[in-house]
């Protein structure tokens, strides 16, 4: 069955910190990857998005992301974190050919002044 | 312009009772969601339109229905509301079938049952 997991419920880094969010997911065809960013109160917004080609994709607001077939993982990066990205963090896969996505549990982020 | 609207943002209401959620699309998109999300902030897909056909229906209770009376449209009607039901629902829309479309949220509706 496909899943999607994201091992940290919870992550606390010192602004200006690097991050690092875990996602690992299980699907038998080529995945859709993607990186959603929630703000409190409001919708998804997509950071970025993985198809296919070079296995490091940039996304918006300075992160960036990186696929390793060989560990089914697509973990989500920025070297110098923010106050502002104090947020949730969701990792999904678009399941090709249908109109499914399947989404991890959420990262909660937590940055410290 | 919000690409994907919801109202309303916030419901209260009483066990027992029937409430709506609407939402509208200005995106052009051909597909519509509307997903659940719990307090533990899961995300669970309840059901899909895609042109306004019924395509996607997990397993929700049949006090749930959806309408797509347009492609730009889609609500949710739920019937005899249950203290489970509290949840913050979102609408979302994406474009072609092929899993790779950007899912574009709305706000949300956080409906609680009292």
């Known amino acids: 069955a496909q899943s999607v997991t994201q091992p940290d419920i919870h992550i606390t880094v010192s602004e200006g910190a690097s991050l690092e969010l875990r996602c690992n997911y299980s699907?038998?065809?080529?995945?859709?990857l993607f990186w959603y960013v929630q703000s409190p109160g409001q919708g998804l917004q997509l950071l970025l998005k993985?198809?296919?080609?070079?296995?490091l994709v940039q996304g918006i607001k300075g992160f960036e992301a990186e696929f390793k077939r060989s560990q089914s993982s697509f973990n989500l990066r920025k070297p110098s974190v923010h106050w502002s990205d104090a947020a949730e963090y969701f990792c999904?896969?678009?399941?090709?050919?249908?109109?499914?996505?399947?989404f991890g549990t959420g990262t909660r982020l937590k940055v410290l002044a | 312009d919000t690409a994907v609207s919801q109202t309303p943002k916030y419901l209260v209401t009483q066990m027992g009772n029937d409430k709506s959620i609407k939402c509208e699309q200005n995106?052009?998109?051909?597909?519509m969601y509307w997903y659940k999300q719990d307090s533990k902030k899961f995300l669970k897909i309840m059901f899909s339109?895609?042109?306004?056909?019924?395509?996607i229906n997990e397993t929700v209770p049949n006090r749930f229905s959806p309408k797509s009376p347009d492609k730009a449209h889609l609500n949710l009607h739920i019937n005899s509301l249950e203290l489970g039901d509290s949840a913050v629902y979102f609408c979302?829309?994406?474009?072609?079938?092929?899993?790779?479309?950007?899912?574009?949220f709305g706000e949300g509706s956080r409906l609680t049952v009292l």
């Open positions: 979302a829309s994406s474009q072609g079938r092929s899993g790779s479309g950007e899912l574009f």
């Open positions: 699907y038998g065809a080529t995945p859709y």
């Open positions: 993985y198809f296919s080609g070079d296995t």
């Open positions: 999904a896969v678009g399941l090709s050919g249908t109109y499914k996505y399947i």
């Open positions: 995106l052009g998109h051909d597909t």
């Open positions: 339109y895609n042109n306004k056909e019924l395509i």
